[in-house]
């Protein structure tokens, strides 16, 4: 009986664990790159922000060669700017004159049809006149009976708010709310 002598040699596998190796760290650093990349497309202070347009110079609708400051409405040869930021109705007021416009006094129901998606209500220049005993807008005209739908409801002791499909709401006039500017252009 022939003896068979067994010598166990290690397997070759050094090259293999050398290179396997070697594509799991290419494959952490990719994945790495690509998170950081990713995470940088995203990032909010990577983005840059679209210029908004310069004042349109075509004409709006027949009124001439007029045209909008920038962030404003041109609409039926008015500009109106629509705030996001909430204030008193006062300091609606001010800020509106201060860009040479009043609160929004609106001449009839369709004027501001744009308006009709939004669902926030805002500061108008409507308040109540307890010498005259009449609602005025700011420029001292009285307020059209058709121009809102049921208007009596209304507390004479707060100041008005617009919202959607012309709806109005009163509110005290100290509540900050967000507000609509009016230029007329004519």
């Known amino acids: 009986m022939e003896c068979f002598h067994f010598q166990w ?3 070759q596998t050094t090259p293999w664990r050398l290179i396997s190796g070697i594509i799991g760290v290419m494959c952490l650093g990719l994945t790495a790159t690509l998170g950081i990349l990713l995470n940088n497309a995203f990032t909010k202070g990577n983005v840059q ?3 908004s347009p310069e004042p349109t110079t075509e ?3 027949g009124c001439g060669c007029y045209s909008c400051q920038e962030k404003w409405i041109g609409f039926q040869c008015n500009c109106y700017f629509i705030s996001n ?3 008193t109705w006062a300091e609606s007021r001010d800020i509106c ?3 040479n416009s009043s609160l929004l006094h609106l001449k009839n129901r369709t004027e501001l049809s744009f308006l009709k998606f939004s669902k926030t209500f805002y500061w108008i220049g409507l308040s109540y006149s307890e010498e005259r005993r ?3 807008w700011e420029d001292g005209s009285t307020l059209s009976p058709d121009t809102f739908s049921p ?3 209304v507390n ?3 100041c008005i708010m617009l919202g959607t499909q012309n709806n109005v709401l009163d509110e005290s006039c100290e509540e900050r709310n967000p507000y609509i500017c009016k230029q007329q252009l004519l």
């Open 59 to 61: 004409p709006l609708g």
């Open 9 to 11: 040699q290690a397997p």
């Open 156 to 158: 004479t002791k707060k």
């Open 151 to 153: 208007f009596s409801i």
């Open 85 to 87: 930021e909430r204030k």
């Open 97 to 99: 004159a201060s860009q």
């Open 134 to 136: 009449v609602w005025l």
């Open 49 to 51: 922000p679209i210029p």
